[in-house]
């Protein structure tokens, strides 16, 4: 439901409001305005209204009991069939060197059902603590039952820092967390720091189509959250000695108060698991055509590694998305990756630069990935990349 209200007495139909909307959220009924729920509530039609017929809800200044009262830093565990998403041991990894900065506790949330195993995992890799909801109706993710468990918890609780992993589900449940309390939310974050002057948590990700990178506050309202995408940080090593208090909490949903039902999952048939991959060889526009990855496929299969692209051949049609690394494709972190007629724009660079040996093909010597490569082989891929097979394929006896 839209946040904005419209005085149906007042409004005098003369379209100001429909012509400033940027979402196209107004429209004219029987000459009065009607808004729809698209509405972002961002005020711009407020100004323009020459009757303040419009007018938006009354946004808190801070929250009520100070911001002193929100202690502690948290990181969401997302669990997928009774198993942990390895991008939540990374975030609690990052979770821990983060409250140590602060000098606070680490805090992991765990929702599922027979999960109890997870919870033991979290104080392994960090946590001092862990709420463990453990209820059939948080089996598999939702996003109101979740929602409503985390915003309750934070709401008694109150944490300082709120952190989750920018999974297709932490994205999701995030941002119904963050407007459900009204807080900020920094999403896809690629670094995060304690400020050491003013103890908030810096938060820092592309912006401006990736051509700055723009460290992100929330000075006003608590927790504050951030999101951050998968291998952006290192996987932390589990200590099993570890000691951590896990605390039982009862779900704040009843299953009859969830409206959606899961009826089945079915996995999308050849799922490409580039997060994962240990080596990726990627192509770009250099390519030249959809047939022109299949030295760049060869060299993949013969290394055993993943096939990767850049977002110039995803958006030809060449290969598919779900191959695109990079800012709007994966965030990577492979031993090897690569690079096959790709010049290395700061986007494919956002999602590729950790990538502990980077090797560059590429037949113009200025090419910018030779900024980043540790490798760097100046050529015609179509000769390089056949050479290479062949000589890894003698190597590895393939
Ligand atoms: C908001 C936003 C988000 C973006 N997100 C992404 C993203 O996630 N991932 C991404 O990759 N891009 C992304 N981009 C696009 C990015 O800016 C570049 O346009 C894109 O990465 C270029 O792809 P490319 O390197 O394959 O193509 P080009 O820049 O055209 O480079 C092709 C390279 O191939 C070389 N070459 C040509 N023929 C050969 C040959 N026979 N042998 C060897 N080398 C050869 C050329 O010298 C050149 O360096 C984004 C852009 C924006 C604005």
């Not at 209200?5 to 409001?17: D, K, L, S």
């Not at 948290?74 to 975030?91: K, R």
């Amino acid at each position: 439901m839209a946040l904005l209200e419209i005085n149906g007495e007042e409004c005098t139909g003369c379209g100001a409001c429909i012509d400033v909307c940027p979402f196209g959220s107004l429209t004219l009924v029987e000459d009065i305005a009607e808004v729809d729920e698209t509405c972002t509530a961002c005020g711009a039609c407020l100004d323009v209204c020459p009757v303040d017929a419009l007018s938006l809800p009354e946004r808190p200044e801070a929250p009520a009991e100070g911001l002193e009262a929100y202690q502690g830093l948290w990181v969401w565990v997302e669990q997928f069939q009774g198993e942990a998403a390895s991008i939540s041991w990374e975030m609690v990894g990052e979770g821990r060197k983060l409250a140590d900065q602060r000098g606070t506790t680490l805090t992991a949330c765990l929702l599922g059902h027979n999960v109890e195993h997870i919870a033991k995992q979290a104080v392994a890799y960090g946590a001092d603590r862990v709420f463990w909801v453990d209820d059939p109706s948080l089996a598999v993710y939702r996003t109101r039952p979740y929602a409503a468990m985390l915003v309750a918890l934070v709401r008694q609780y109150k944490p300082e820092i709120f952190l989750l992993g920018a999974s297709s589900r932490g994205r999701d449940l995030a941002g119904s967390v963050a407007t459900e309390l009204y807080t900020g939310l920094t999403a896809d974050c690629t670094g995060l720091d304690i400020d050491p002057e003013t103890n908030l948590l810096r938060q820092t990700r592309p912006a401006f189509g990736g051509n700055i990178m723009a460290t992100i506050i929330c000075p006003n309202y608590r927790p504050q959250m951030a999101t951050v995408r998968h291998r952006v940080f290192e996987m932390p090593v589990a200590d099993e000695t570890r000691q951590g208090q896990i605390v039982p909490v009862q779900p704040a949903m009843g299953e009859d108060e969830v409206a959606a039902k899961v009826v089945d999952f079915i996995m999308e048939q050849g799922e490409v698991n580039l997060a994962d991959a240990k080596i990726i060889v990627s192509g770009g526009r250099g390519v030249g055509g959809p047939e022109g990855f299949d030295p760049v496929r060869k060299l993949a299969e013969v290394l055993g590694g993943a096939l990767g692209a850049s977002r110039a051949a995803v958006d030809a049609g060449w290969i598919p998305y779900a191959h695109q690394v990079g800012q709007t494709g994966r965030t990577v972190r492979p031993d090897l990756y690569i690079a096959c007629g790709i010049s290395g724009a700061v986007q494919h660079l956002a999602g590729m630069s950790t990538a502990k040996v980077i090797v560059a093909i590429n037949k113009d010597p200025e090419a910018p990935i030779f900024t980043v490569a540790n490798y760097g082989i100046v050529g015609d891929l179509f000769q390089v990349v056949p050479a290479l097979t062949e000589q890894f394929k003698k190597k590895l006896h393939k």
